[in-house]
């Protein structure tokens, strides 16, 4: 989990997605590169936190996953006729997340969003741990790893409040690298950055979202973890029954 940064992000920020092109980022929106750092045996231990790259007050991102200017586009999306069709549902969090209750918190887990980010088997696999909740460690570990999920997909409340726990993130966008496995992550949209459809539509405003930056997804333009090696996606998910 990480401190509030500052930012010159404004509030005219928002990221409009151009169809069958790129992530339009407009409002002097800080951009970073985002490096899940792992331990000796692949497991994320935390962020690795980049310094911010200089952009202009709009810029544009790639979405195809082909540009030779990652993160940013170049154009390539028109050459290879890339098709961005945008399917996602548009369901708002709490319809797509399944409930897990424990004696202090309470875990809502919205799996279509997933992207891998792998920070939810540190120090233990968090869904087992929300059951064990009264034990100070484990609850700990449990809202730092949800905390750290970059997608959202996790997030913890705490039961004598009633309130999400979500960490203080400043308005800000993230290109993910993975070198544990050699491949780019997501794109991580930061601090509630509003995004909206080719068409124009707003997609619920979320304090943590990923956007797919391989061209792959089935969800887009969420990340589903297609970057992500077919046969560690399918060891993933098993882990997770």
């Known amino acids: 989990m990480e401190n509030k940064e ?3 992000a404004n509030n005219d920020s928002k990221i409009r997605i151009l ?3 790129p992530y339009l980022v407009s409002g002097s929106v800080p951009l970073r590169k985002m490096t899940i750092q792992c331990d000796g045996e692949g497991i ?3 962020w690795g936190i980049g310094q911010k790259l200089k952009t202009s007050e709009t810029y544009a991102l790639c ?3 082909q540009s030779n ?3 940013f586009c170049d154009g390539t999306h028109v050459k290879v006729n890339f098709d961005g069709t945008e399917v996602s549902d548009n369901d708002p969090f709490d319809k797509m997340a399944k409930t897990i209750d424990g004696p202090k918190l309470r875990l809502k887990d919205a799996e279509i969003l997933c992207a891998s980010a792998r920070f939810c088997h540190r120090e ?10 009264d034990n100070p460690k484990l609850k700990q570990n449990a809202i730092r790893n949800a ?3 970059p997608s959202g997909r996790l997030v913890v409340i705490d039961k004598e409040t009633g309130k999400n726990i979500e960490p203080e993130l400043e308005k800000s966008v993230g290109f993910i690298e993975d070198p544990g496995i050699g491949v780019d992550g997501p794109i991580w949209v930061r601090g509630g950055i509003p995004v909206y459809s080719a068409e124009g539509m707003p997609y619920e405003v979320r304090n943590r979202m990923t956007l797919c930056r391989c061209g792959k997804s089935t969800n887009k ?3 589903d973890s297609s970057h992500y090696p077919e046969e560690d996606r399918e060891v993933i998910k098993n882990e997770q029954k």
């Open 44 to 46: 994320p231990i935390e």
């Open 221 to 223: 333009p969420f990340c």
């Open 147 to 149: 905390c750290d999920c």
């Open 19 to 21: 169809k069958n092109g």
């Open 63 to 65: 979405r195809c996953g």
């Open 69 to 71: 200017s990652k993160p």
């Open 6 to 8: 500052t930012s010159k």
């Open 124 to 133: 233990g696999d968090i869904w087992p741990q929300i059951p064990k909740s």
